[in-house]
């Protein structure tokens, strides 16, 4: 879990020495993160939401269907997953308290908020998703304008749900095969 959010802010092959503290857990998490990451970036039901927002938020376009599926997963938790949510959410709270030392120390602030303010529970609320996009708004070096896309979620609501059901679901099935090559149990 750990290594699948670090990935973003560790660079360069995983075998790097800078990389050399992580457990294979953590490779294997970072690894699983760049295998989502490729697999989102080439389906067809995420290329036809990003089309899209394309014309009106470029390049986050993708941070925009990334954050929206998340609330799809959110509300629609229980279809694709037989652990409770809320179980899942301590869960991850918990491997984050426990991984702490490795995070790298612009990464602790980001993981402070997730866990106060409850982001993943947050995400399957619309304020949710708006308070989220403003913060990374706020970020952004271009004026990105992703603090007024939930709009645009609102409108497309039907057509951004299907493709997610489209997608996730083949997603599961990569990340699966991926853990099991790994020897990792599957639940």
Known sequence: MVGNLLEDFVVGRIEHPRNAGFSQEVKDGILLHRLIDSFTDTHSAVSACKSVLYAKYHKYAAVLIDIFFDHYLATHWTKYSNEPFDDFRKRVHVSFQNHWEIMPDRMKPMIESMITHDWLKNYGEFWGIERALTGISKRTVYDSNMEKATE???????????????????MMMKCNQFLEEKGYNII
Not at 155 to 164: K, P, T
Request: no cysteine; proline share 5%; charged share 25%.
């Open 152 to 170: 645009d979620l609102k409108i497309h609501y039907e057509l951004f749900g299907e493709n997610f059901a489209l997608f996730f679901p083949e």
